[in-house]
């Protein structure tokens, strides 16, 4: 009967869902959100991607990814961007949390950066 149950069972990854980016800290100094357009990051349950949605433009993807979470920590790996980056195919550590529809990430980028991005919930 456990073995059935177990069956079963689910790992959804708390951060699925539809992000939007509410502002952060960029090396301590404000980041502010845009009136022109909205960034949005969208998670399933190992993958993501981050769109600019701009009022009278098409939507675009400016990068996707894999990701995987370990306690706080979650790992993201940019498979796609659509600027060159230097961040393709590295895999960033960001700690996370989670507060009700909010969600953390901070990290010292490869180049030094310390950020800190707030998203909200919208879906």
């Not at 190992?46 to 939507?59: C, D, L, N, R, S």
């Not at 060159?84 to 980028?109: E, F, M, Q």
Request: aromatic share 12%; glycine share 6%.
């Amino acid at each position: 009967m456990i073995v059935f149950l177990c069956a079963f069972t689910t790992d959804k990854s708390p951060l699925r869902g539809v992000w939007e980016y509410r502002g952060g800290l960029i090396n301590g100094k404000h980041d502010s959100v845009s009136t022109s357009y909205k960034l949005q990051r969208t998670y399933d349950d190992q993958h993501y991607q981050a769109k600019v949605i701009e009022k009278g433009q098409k939507t675009f993807i400016y990068e996707k990814g894999d990701y995987k979470l370990q306690a706080d920590t979650c790992f993201e790996t940019q498979t796609y961007c659509d600027q060159p980056s230097k961040l393709l195919g590295k895999t960033v550590r960001y700690i996370y949390t989670l507060s009700n529809d909010t969600l953390k990430l901070l990290a010292t980028l490869p180049n030094g950066n310390k950020i800190e991005d707030h998203w909200v919930k919208v879906h």
